[in-house]
């Protein structure tokens, strides 16, 4: 007896889209070959953010199985009851896709091809859903397909944590949820992909004058955050402590870093019930601690430095699955207790200010926002509460 079902379903594939098989009477289920399966890296942890909104984030992957290549037409969100909730077309589509390992926007998978689309849903308080799962239409010149996958539970498992830095007019740059710089760092690594940064935060603080620096723009003590005391985000264990490197010359990225030296001198801290905190690019000579050492919130552990793989004094701030600064999944948090004073207009504009020593355009809020429990969004300007001795 000849079984020959994999070469058929090819054929299938090759000759019309969407071809199936079925039993008779039979009660399995049927089955449909499609062209690309799609699904959700890590399932997703819905945030609130200091826009008053939750943010739900998330990779999906489409691996193209077949021997054609096709074009992403439509991407549809469902609840898990059916309910279309986001949709994505044409270019729209394409601006949040790219090749696997890639940064540029696609519209087309070539055979046997994977791709990521980056997701970012965002919704009014009590209207997230508790499952998604996904719609997507695809073409090519043998016709046209629409098929389901990607389905996923969604969570509200947030970690509170203290602030940690104290003080005003500090800018979350490249936070959520749209920055390329962290939100498409997707790296292999020890036969793992891992997305570390996938919330993660660059901190960085201008004057009185709205600007980033005063001086030498090459000089790290021009800089306003420069030398800014950091501080642990709650009881912790710290379970690394790096401190052997030296400052970057600011004003441009080093040349390529070997992976243990990208985030220069940092502190890796295990919260409770397993997340970690990582500290990067910290000032040469100023962590407080120790591995092995335990911490108590708001307590002094380092200051804000230049070193690692970094253009600009800045504390880089996220939360991760396993101790790993690069070889763990972020996770969403939220802090506690944060005022949003404004917004910077344009990241675009942030990058050619900071670069020129020039002032930061910043959209004041008639009234400081009063934020409880959210995570400060892409280009806040944010006053901390001052930190006691």
Known sequence: MNCNVLPIAAGLLTLGIGASMSRGESSEESIQFTPVAMKVMKPPIAVKGSDGRFHVVYELKLANASPITCNLERLAVLTGDGKEIATYVGEKLAAITSLLGGRDPVSVIGAHQMAVVWMHLSFAPGSV?????????????????????????????VITLGPPLEGERWVAVDSCCESLTHRRALMGL???????????????????????????????????????????????EVVAAVDEFQNQVPGGLPGKLPPEEIDGNHIILKLANGPFALYAHLKPGSLRVKSGQRVKRGEVIAQVGNTGNTSAPHLH?????????????????????????????????????????????????????????????????????????
């Open 190 to 236: 020890n036969g793992h992909l891992y997305l570390a940064q996938r919330f993660a935060i660059d901190w960085e603080q201008l004057n009185d004058q709205h600007r980033t620096s005063s001086g030498d723009l090459q000089k790290v003590e021009s800089y306003s955050c420069y030398g800014k005391r950091v501080f642990a985000v709650a009881d912790a």
């Open 317 to 389: 701030f996220h939360v991760m699955s396993r101790p790993s600064a690069l070889g763990s999944n972020g996770i969403p948090y939220v802090i506690d207790a944060f005022e949003v004073t404004g917004i910077v207009p344009s990241i675009d504009t942030y990058n050619k200010m900071e670069d020129e020593g020039g002032v930061v355009p910043v959209n004041a809020l008639p009234e400081p926002r009063a934020c409880v429990d959210e995570l400060p969004m892409q280009l806040s300007v944010v006053h901390f509460p001052t930190i006691g001795e």
């Open 129 to 157: 859903p508790k499952q998604i799962e996904h719609e997507l239409t695809i073409g090519s010149e043998k016709g046209t397909i629409t098929e389901k996958g990607g389905e996923s539970e969604v969570s509200d498992d």
